[in-house]
DNA sequence: GTGCATTCCTTTTTT
DNA sequence: AGGAATGCAC
């Protein structure tokens, strides 16, 4: 088959045929650049440059690489083998299950989802003897993270730590990184961080990647944090042929450690880098992009560019203000029918809000109104209970250290085994040094408990028939026998959704099936632990419901904007930091951009919020849109006028107002810390005392949430 | 050891 | 408002 180039415009070109040496396309939103990615890759094995298992192309979704690879299969054929494809963290466990005993890693190592994540978190914090009362576990995992994603090991992280709250998560880290070890599991931030250690600590192993990988494709460089930096980075020292595919605009990731400077200094990295950019839009109304430059021009910490599209004109935006968060949700369902009345596929509608919790007023809506809807994101896939529950058993079948996999099961069904008698047995384990599966295993006599007894027979003929059942056949066989199903066999709604969740897990494991028993267990649940969400296949037409993060890459003819208020989007919780609040203005970006001929923006003047009403203003980034782009249908008036906070300049002043309102022997109000008096001023730190239960600390003026009182 | 009621805590975004 | 975690009665 013969690759036509003449598919593509003369920038496109350009970045197809750069293979050779470091390349940075700048691809704005809808300017094709996921074409331009899989014409690369397909240009390359064409030319026969390299064989497919000598590039990786990296992804930022496992949906982005399913893609890509559909793409690739269509563009020269399917019988193609494909390259490396996948998400960074789906292709670091490739490497550290072929590798991965280098840093001490089993190969069948677990991989922990988030809330196992936090469970392991709770439970360092209980061998440490915190309070989870008192300090918030999900807080501290979220600071492990960012260390995780910055490469900074448990023993290094006190090194770093700044403050009472960061002493704590440097003494939380390493108690919780040796749970892990315990378990032989791993967290997700692991898996790049294990895989950074490989490469730059083993000279074999990385050599033998670098030399493997002749072509090194990365998309969405903007949202790649320290530990992906590295990463790519060290790969392609040895051949050089990096292209990284990014737009710092769309960059939307830094609360999990995206560092947009990663895509702003690439020409730093590789002074001879050969530079496209792809400004031409195929996707949206000049009116559209109109609107979205309007919003994310306003940015400062951004490189200048513009794009254009040859669909002059458009229809203008469509501002509705709601009374409240009911009305908002009804007359986004009114209108998409009657746009469907009207010819319109709902295939071609979506709508989009900033927080997952919004999604629900919309879902009534649609389900009173009957509009056929599915979300996407939301409750993932591995967060239902029952989905956590088997995957639970086969990693206990699978790594016989996984005793928090055990914890989890080992009373599902129920079958009396309380708290005690887990401690009983964790004990044993702990004296005759195995783990707590393993002595089950074992066969020994192990327990006064006839319960535990019981379960230890059913364990052992579980693990028998691991051998002998391929992946669909065993969970089959774990659900009959462990008497999951029939616990769920009571006939409510609930549990038969449940049942079919795990047929939809069984239908999912059944890719597996082939590679036989063992591997094919290894194989699937290495994948599954990284699968984001689950697909909702909705008969015919449906409207598409997520989270702008979640729509990112994705496009629709008409796209509504719902919850357009200050507080929501912008979030509050980014109104005292600047540079939070610039990543809020790219979300607009990425929102707006979605659209491909019809963007409404909604907002009700009162929300239901937290169990309690809420009257925002309407958010600035409808009034960032110039009015002649504007077209109002409900009560609207103003748009918020936030200038004030909008610059940092301003914002900077503003706090140093408040440093000279603050003087010793004021009392001040501490989100966090509580009430406390002030001791003293210096530069731009305040020195406060906040009594016996945490002290006195010294606290930034600039971004202490401090309150005179 | 299990089941129920009450409290309290949450919500930003995700691999 | 709703879900998880805790405390209390069987």
């Given at each position: 088959m013969?690759?036509?180039?003449?598919?593509?415009?003369?920038?496109?070109?350009?970045?197809?045929?750069?293979?050779?040496?470091?390349?940075?396309?700048?691809?704005?939103?809808?300017?094709?650049?996921?074409?331009?990615?899989t014409y690369?890759?397909a240009?390359?094995?064409?030319?026969?440059?390299?064989?497919?298992?000598?590039?990786?192309?990296?992804?930022?979704?496992?949906?982005?690489?399913?893609e890509m690879k559909q793409r690739i299969a269509k563009l020269l054929g399917d019988?193609v083998?494909?390259?490396?494809?996948?998400?960074?963290?789906?292709?670091?466990?490739?490497?550290?299950?072929?590798?991965?005993?280098?840093?001490?890693?089993?190969?069948?190592?677990?991989?922990?989802?988030?809330?196992?994540?936090?469970?392991?978190?709770?439970?360092?914090?209980?061998?440490?003897?915190?309070?989870?009362?008192?300090?918030?576990?999900?807080?501290?995992?979220?600071?492990?993270?960012?260390?995780?994603?910055?490469?900074?090991?448990?023993?290094?992280?006190?090194?770093?730590?700044?403050?009472?709250?960061?002493?704590?998560?440097?003494?939380?880290?390493?108690?919780?990184?040796?749970?892990?070890?315990?378990?032989?599991?791993?967290?997700?931030?692991?898996?790049?961080?294990?895989?950074?250690?490989?490469?730059?600590?083993?000279?074999?192993?990385?050599?033998?990647?670098?030399?493997?990988?002749?072509?090194?494709?990365?998309?969405?460089?903007?949202?790649?944090?320290?530990?992906?930096?590295?990463?790519?980075?060290?790969?392609?020292?040895?051949?050089?042929?990096?292209?990284?595919?990014?737009?710092?605009?769309?960059?939307?990731?830094?609360?999990?450690?995206?560092?947009?400077?990663?895509?702003?200094?690439?020409?730093?990295?590789?002074?001879?880098?050969?530079?496209?950019?792809?400004?031409?839009?195929?996707?949206?109304?000049?009116?559209?992009?109109?609107?979205?430059?309007?919003?994310?021009?306003?940015?400062?910490?951004?490189?200048?560019?513009?794009?254009?599209?040859?669909?002059?004109?458009?229809?203008?935006?469509?501002?509705?203000?709601?009374?409240?968060?009911?009305?908002?949700?009804?007359?986004?369902?009114?209108?998409?029918?009657?746009?469907?009345?009207?010819?319109?596929?709902?295939?071609?509608?979506?709508?989009?809000?900033?927080?997952?919790?919004?999604?629900?007023?919309?879902?009534?809506?649609?389900?009173?109104?009957?509009?056929?809807?599915?979300?996407?994101?939301?409750?993932?896939?591995?967060?239902?209970?029952?989905?956590?529950?088997?995957?639970?058993?086969?990693?206990?079948?699978?790594?016989?250290?996984?005793?928090?996999?055990?914890?989890?099961?080992?009373?599902?069904?129920?079958?009396?085994?309380?708290?005690?008698?887990?401690?009983?047995?964790?004990?044993?384990?702990?004296?005759?040094?195995?783990?707590?599966?393993?002595?089950?295993?074992?066969?020994?006599?192990?327990?006064?408990?006839?319960?535990?007894?019981?379960?230890?027979?059913?364990?052992?003929?579980?693990?028998?028939?691991?051998?002998?059942?391929?992946?669909?056949?065993?969970?089959?066989?774990?659900?009959?026998?462990?008497?999951?199903?029939?616990?769920?066999?009571?006939?409510?709604?609930?549990?038969?959704?449940?049942?079919?969740?795990?047929?939809?897990?069984?239908?999912?494991?059944?890719?597996?099936?082939?590679?036989?028993?063992?591997?094919?267990?290894?194989?699937?649940?290495?994948?599954?632990?990284?699968?984001?969400?689950?697909?909702?296949?909705?008969?015919?037409?449906?409207?598409?419901?997520?989270?702008?993060?979640?729509?990112?890459?994705?496009?629709?003819?008409?796209?509504?904007?719902?919850?357009?208020?200050?507080?929501?989007?912008?979030?509050?919780?980014?109104?005292?930091?600047?540079?939070?609040?610039?990543?809020?203005?790219?979300?607009?970006?990425?929102?707006?951009?979605?659209?491909?001929?019809?963007?409404?923006?909604?907002?009700?003047?009162?929300?239901?919020?937290?169990?309690?009403?809420?009257?925002?203003?309407?958010?600035?980034?409808?009034?960032?849109?110039?009015?002649?782009?504007?077209?109002?249908?409900?009560?609207?008036?103003?748009?918020?006028?936030?200038?004030?906070?909008?610059?940092?300049?301003?914002?900077?002043?503003?706090?140093?107002?408040?440093?000279?309102?603050?003087?010793?022997?004021?009392?001040?109000?501490?989100?966090?810390?509580?009430?406390?008096?002030?001791?003293?001023?210096?530069?731009?730190?305040?020195?406060?005392?906040?009594?016996?239960?945490?002290?006195?600390?010294?606290?930034?003026?600039?971004?202490?949430?401090?309150?005179?009182?």
């Amino acid at each position: 088959m013969e690759l036509n180039l003449k598919d593509l415009n003369p920038e496109q070109q350009e970045a197809v045929k750069a293979t050779e040496g470091p390349v940075l396309i700048l691809a704005g939103a809808g300017s094709g650049k996921t074409k331009v990615l899989t014409y690369r890759i397909a240009h390359i094995l064409e030319q026969k440059l390299a064989a497919p298992e000598e590039i990786l192309a990296v992804t930022f979704t496992n949906k982005a690489a399913a893609e890509m690879k559909q793409r690739i299969a269509k563009l020269l054929g399917d019988s193609v083998t494909l390259p490396w494809m996948g998400t960074f963290h789906s292709i670091c466990v490739k490497i550290l299950k072929r590798d991965g005993h280098h840093v001490g890693l089993g190969a069948n190592f677990s991989i922990y989802d988030p809330s196992d994540q936090q469970d392991t978190v709770k439970e360092a914090m209980e061998r440490l003897k915190l309070s989870v009362k008192e300090i918030n576990p999900r807080a501290v995992h979220g600071h492990i993270s960012t260390a995780k994603n910055e490469l900074v090991k448990p023993a290094d992280y006190a090194n770093f730590a700044n403050g009472y709250f960061q002493e704590i998560v440097a003494s939380v880290y390493p108690v919780y990184q040796e749970i892990l070890r315990e378990n032989n599991a791993v967290d997700f931030d692991d898996l790049l961080m294990y895989t950074a250690e490989l490469l730059q600590n083993h000279a074999q192993v990385r050599e033998k990647y670098q030399r493997l990988f002749k072509y090194i494709m990365v998309d969405e460089y903007q949202d790649t944090n320290n530990a992906q930096y590295v990463l790519v980075n060290l790969l392609a020292k040895e051949y050089r042929n990096i292209c990284c595919v990014g737009d710092d605009d769309q960059s939307i990731y830094a609360f999990r450690g995206a560092n947009i400077r990663n895509i702003l200094n690439f020409n730093r990295d590789y002074p001879d880098a050969k530079v496209v950019k792809l400004e031409q839009n195929y996707r949206s109304t000049q009116k559209i992009l109109d609107a979205a430059h309007a919003v994310v021009s306003k940015n400062k910490n951004r490189t200048a560019k513009k794009l254009w599209t040859q669909k002059a004109g458009g229809d203008a935006i469509t501002v509705f203000t709601a009374e409240n968060e009911r009305q908002e949700a009804e007359w986004v369902v009114s209108r998409i029918q009657q746009l469907e009345k009207s010819g319109v596929d709902l295939e071609e509608v979506a709508i989009l809000y900033r927080t997952n919790a919004q999604s629900r007023g919309l879902e009534e809506a649609c389900v009173r109104f009957g509009l056929a809807y599915r979300i996407v994101g939301g409750v993932r896939f591995y967060e239902r209970k029952e989905i956590k529950d088997i995957l639970a058993y086969l990693r206990v079948l699978y790594n016989p250290a996984d005793d928090a996999s055990l914890k989890r099961i080992i009373n599902v069904p129920k079958r009396a085994i309380g708290p005690k008698a887990v401690v009983d047995l964790q004990a044993k384990a702990k004296l005759s040094g195995l783990s707590m599966i393993k002595l089950l295993l074992s066969g020994e006599d192990v327990s006064e408990s006839k319960a535990i007894e019981k379960f230890a027979i059913l364990l052992r003929e579980l693990n028998a028939s691991v051998q002998r059942l391929n992946i669909v056949e065993l969970i089959g066989h774990i659900v009959e026998q462990t008497g999951y199903f029939e616990m769920l066999r009571d006939g409510t709604a609930e549990n038969e959704a449940r049942i079919e969740n795990i047929k939809e897990l069984i239908s999912v494991a059944a890719k597996y099936e082939e590679a036989g028993p063992v591997t094919g267990l290894s194989m699937f649940l290495d994948e599954v632990s990284l699968l984001e969400e689950e697909v909702q296949n909705v008969e015919g037409g449906a409207v598409t419901m997520m989270t702008i993060h979640a729509a990112k890459g994705l496009e629709f003819e008409h796209v509504f904007l719902v919850g357009m208020e200050e507080g929501l989007f912008p979030h509050s919780r980014v109104f005292t930091d600047p540079t939070e609040l610039e990543e809020e203005r790219r979300l607009a970006y990425v929102a707006i951009t979605r659209a491909k001929h019809n963007l409404y923006m909604l907002h009700a003047d009162s929300r239901l919020y937290f169990g309690s009403r809420q009257n925002n203003l309407v958010s600035r980034f409808v009034g960032d849109i110039p009015e002649n782009l504007r077209s109002h249908e409900g009560g609207y008036t103003k748009a918020a006028e936030w200038e004030a906070v909008d610059s940092f300049d301003d914002w900077k002043s503003a706090a140093e107002d408040r440093a000279v309102d603050l003087s010793p022997g004021d009392k001040v109000k501490h989100n966090y810390f509580g009430v406390g008096t002030v001791l003293g001023i210096k530069d731009d730190m305040v020195k406060i005392n906040f009594g016996s239960a945490y002290g006195t600390k010294e606290l930034a003026l600039e971004f202490a949430p401090l309150e005179k009182i």
